[in-house]
């Protein structure tokens, strides 16, 4: 079965970076699209970022120009660099995979991982 897990994750502080990553398995990585979530408390999980199989990548306003999302097919592994973090940007953070309809709707993606938490302290 497909499996996804998140690492990465924890405190830093504003203007700081972390780099996340999502292992995959269960499945032909490379003709997969990928895609990073975040959920904060109290809200509803929204649409950070996607990469195609072909390497296409598209980014919420939030965080364009901030994150970077990549794969690399032989590891089975999508990263999302996370530089100049916010306060704003503490949530969980999931990787999502098997997507069916419009990428930015977490209801379009079938796989998800157990999430990991990322805090920016102001």
């Known amino acids: 079965q497909v499996q996804l897990v998140e690492s990465g994750g924890g405190l830093v502080q504003a203007g700081g970076s972390l780099r996340l990553s999502c292992l995959a398995s269960g499945l032909t990585f490379s003709t997969y699209a990928m895609a990073w979530f975040r959920q904060a408390p109290g809200k509803e999980r929204e649409f950070v970022a996607h990469?195609?199989?072909?390497?296409?990548?598209s980014y919420s306003d939030s965080v364009k120009g901030r994150f970077t999302i990549s794969r690399d097919n032989a590891k089975n592994t999508v990263y999302l660099q996370m530089n100049s973090l916010e306060p704003e940007d503490t949530a969980v953070y999931y990787c999502a995979t098997g997507s069916s309809g419009i990428v930015v709707r977490a209801t379009s993606w079938g796989y998800w991982g157990q999430g990991t938490q990322v805090t920016v302290s102001s």
């Open positions: 990469i195609t199989r072909r390497y296409t990548t």
